[in-house]
């Protein structure tokens, strides 16, 4: 049985993150790909953009699997916070990069 090697360019996740209630929007720079995740489990309440930042970081893990092709670094992976529905308080924020650290992300970049 003969293996076929496919040339691979390995390169740094690099992502832009739009949050809105219960649904994220994942684009990874380099390509272009597009995902508008919707949330499993709601992590909006109210006036509350991110109530439940554990169902938050479920919603980003799923769309940046989604936006996965090809070979990545996850080593120095960095995530923009491009827009958001509403304002986010500095807690909000501690939230938000949080859930992005749990997700894979070394470093969070808030460019609102």
């Known amino acids: 049985m003969r293996c076929r090697v ?29 995902v508008d995740q919707r949330a499993e489990f709601p992590f909006s309440e109210g006036t509350d953009l991110i109530a439940q930042p554990r169902y938050l970081e479920d919603t980003i893990v799923r769309a940046i699997r ?23 308080s500095p807690s909000q924020k501690v939230l938000v990069e949080a859930a992005l650290h749990g ?7 808030f460019d609102l």
């Open 103 to 109: 997700a894979g992300m070394h470093e969070v970049v």
């Open 66 to 88: 989604q936006v996965l092709s090809g070979g990545f670094s996850l080593g120095g992976a960095i995530a923009h916070v491009v827009a958001s529905e509403l304002p986010l």
């Open 6 to 34: 496919v040339d691979m360019e390995i390169r740094r996740l690099d992502l832009d993150i739009a949050i809105f209630r219960n649904r994220i929007q994942v684009s990874e720079r380099a390509t272009g790909k597009f």
